[in-house]
């Protein structure tokens, strides 16, 4: 069956619950044994002393090791990018550094897109620099061959650890080849030792890019964004082999970022309407891009849903998109003044960052999400005072269409 049908029912059995239909919260910070026996076999399991027996079965320990609304709510979200296994976090930024501290220690290289989420670029910048882990950037504009070189020059390919990215990327929607990545991971690895492709694809996910199936090895999403989908939760979610997942499950123990009982619920409760969400907030957005295009006080709009055959990212957007996505970037004609103008005169879609949500959001990339980023380099993205970002919901889509004409009018 499709991941749409099982996301009511997938992983939840309703007589270990007293018959209750949905999954109920279980709201424990730990599990009772049945006997002493019991406990150490589930120990031995939980530390790797030995593997679980065929047939042998395991029960639940504590909440930070395991609970059910994170088992039932991981064993859901594997089937939409057919992965083996899924760790939830408390949020997105959890997810993303979790896997980073599991694999780069001081000396090692990361090799990253930009541009990238505001967070992450900080993590790398500030902390991962001080931790003396070597950082090199590249961008959508940059070949193989020229990312091959970097890497080379910088003396320290020998230690490359982890190729990270993000497409498309955030706000200017630019796509990264994740097949092209795979092959600069091959390229520089030693003997068998993976490097692994870490790709966040909070902007399509999980419904209209599956990475996995096109060379990376691990998957990351801010589950605050659609897969939440409501604005009211924040939450996070890796996914991979089962060998990744399990060395991302004993950091997190330790580090104690897992979700609690109660985001799990939540989430298992958006994920019910996820795809008919999605496509509402899609089939929005295709129709507000080519009604922007057209606007006399745009300027440019980022969507890939826009791009010509001509130009070198629409083979990319071909190759590993199934939709152009609900978030889409524009350049007004004129400067922050004006960029402001339209924000505050905004009646239905609300002035907010985060994005993915069933309500329509807008916001100012250059001085809110990416205020961080120097400017030499902000400006080199196409990231200036002109640009807003705007992430599509499920209203009608006459009504955002009037919205926005009657907010350009100010400007
Ligand atoms: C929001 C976001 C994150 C961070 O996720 P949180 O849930 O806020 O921690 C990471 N990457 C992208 C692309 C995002 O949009």
Request: aromatic residues 8%; hydrophobic residues 40%.
């Given at each position: 069956?499709?991941?749409?049908?099982?996301?009511?029912?997938?992983?939840?059995?309703?007589?270990?619950?007293?018959?209750?239909?949905?999954?109920?919260?279980?709201?424990?910070?730990?599990?009772?044994?049945?006997?002493?026996?019991?406990?150490?076999?589930?120990?031995?399991?939980?530390?790797?002393?030995?593997?679980?027996?065929?047939?042998?079965?395991?029960?639940?320990?504590?909440?930070?090791?395991?609970?059910?609304?994170?088992?039932?709510?991981?064993?859901?979200?594997?089937?939409?990018?057919?992965?083996?296994?899924?760790?939830?976090?408390?949020?997105?930024?959890?997810?993303?550094?979790?896997?980073?501290?599991?694999?780069?220690?001081?000396?090692?290289?990361?090799?990253?897109?930009?541009?990238?989420?505001?967070?992450?670029?900080?993590?790398?910048?500030?902390?991962?620099?001080?931790?003396?882990?070597?950082?090199?950037?590249?961008?959508?504009?940059?070949?193989?061959?020229?990312?091959?070189?970097?890497?080379?020059?910088?003396?320290?390919?020998?230690?490359?650890?982890?190729?990270?990215?993000?497409?498309?990327?955030?706000?200017?929607?630019?796509?990264?080849?994740?097949?092209?990545?795979?092959?600069?991971?091959?390229?520089?690895?030693?003997?068998?030792?993976?490097?692994?492709?870490?790709?966040?694809?909070?902007?399509?996910?999980?419904?209209?890019?599956?990475?996995?199936?096109?060379?990376?090895?691990?998957?990351?999403?801010?589950?605050?964004?659609?897969?939440?989908?409501?604005?009211?939760?924040?939450?996070?979610?890796?996914?991979?082999?089962?060998?990744?997942?399990?060395?991302?499950?004993?950091?997190?123990?330790?580090?104690?970022?897992?979700?609690?009982?109660?985001?799990?619920?939540?989430?298992?409760?958006?994920?019910?309407?996820?795809?008919?969400?999605?496509?509402?907030?899609?089939?929005?957005?295709?129709?507000?891009?080519?009604?922007?295009?057209?606007?006399?006080?745009?300027?440019?709009?980022?969507?890939?849903?826009?791009?010509?055959?001509?130009?070198?990212?629409?083979?990319?957007?071909?190759?590993?998109?199934?939709?152009?996505?609900?978030?889409?970037?524009?350049?007004?004609?004129?400067?922050?003044?004006?960029?402001?103008?339209?924000?505050?005169?905004?009646?239905?879609?609300?002035?907010?960052?985060?994005?993915?949500?069933?309500?329509?959001?807008?916001?100012h990339p250059a001085t809110m999400t990416h205020c961080d980023m120097p400017e030499p380099l902000r400006k080199s993205m196409h990231?200036?005072?002109?640009?807003?970002?705007?992430?599509?919901?499920?209203?009608?889509?006459?009504?955002?269409?009037?919205?926005?004409?009657?907010?350009?009018?100010?400007?």
């Amino acid at each position: 069956m499709r991941p749409e049908s099982l996301m009511m029912s997938f992983g939840y059995k309703p007589e270990l619950s007293e018959g209750a239909l949905k999954c109920p919260i279980f709201q424990t910070s730990t599990f009772v044994f049945k006997s002493a026996e019991e406990g150490k076999a589930f120990f031995e399991v939980a530390y790797g002393h030995r593997l679980q027996k065929p047939k042998e079965h395991l029960g639940l320990i504590y909440s930070r090791i395991n609970n059910p609304d994170l088992e039932i709510l991981e064993n859901r979200l594997t089937l939409w990018d057919e992965a083996e296994a899924c760790a939830v976090f408390e949020s997105g930024l959890a997810a993303i550094t979790t896997v980073m501290l599991e694999y780069l220690k001081p000396g090692d290289l990361i090799l990253y897109s930009e541009p990238l989420y505001g967070g992450t670029d900080h993590f790398i910048s500030h902390f991962l620099r001080a931790m003396g882990v070597q950082t090199i950037s590249f961008n959508a504009d940059h070949s193989e061959k020229e990312i091959i070189r970097l890497v080379q020059q910088s003396g320290f390919s020998a230690k490359l650890a982890l190729i990270y990215i993000e497409t498309p990327a955030n706000p200017t929607n630019s796509l990264i080849d994740i097949a092209m990545c795979k092959k600069i991971g091959r390229h520089f690895r030693k003997e068998d030792k993976l490097i692994p492709v870490a790709v966040d694809n909070t902007y399509m996910g999980p419904l209209w890019q599956h990475p996995l199936k096109l060379g990376a090895d691990i998957v990351l999403y801010s589950a605050t964004k659609y897969i939440g989908g409501h604005s009211d939760v924040i939450a996070g979610a890796c996914l991979g082999s089962n060998e990744i997942i399990s060395r991302i499950k004993t950091l997190r123990t330790f580090l104690g970022n897992m979700a609690g009982p109660w985001t799990g619920w939540l989430l298992m409760r958006s994920l019910e309407t996820l795809k008919p969400r999605m496509e509402i907030q899609g089939k929005n957005a295709k129709k507000i891009a080519a009604w922007l295009v057209k606007h006399p006080k745009v300027e440019k709009v980022y969507y890939p849903g826009l791009l010509k055959k001509s130009d070198p990212q629409y083979a990319t957007f071909k190759k590993q998109c199934l939709h152009p996505g609900a978030m889409l970037s524009f350049d007004i004609k004129g400067d922050e003044k004006k960029a402001f103008a339209f924000l505050n005169h905004l009646e239905l879609i609300k002035l907010a960052v985060s994005l993915g949500s069933t309500e329509s959001l807008a916001e100012h990339p250059a001085t809110m999400t990416h205020c961080d980023m120097p400017e030499p380099l902000r400006k080199s993205m196409h990231i200036t005072e002109k640009m807003i970002r705007v992430s599509i919901g499920v209203e009608h889509v006459d009504d955002i269409i009037r919205d926005m004409e009657q907010a350009l009018r100010h400007v």
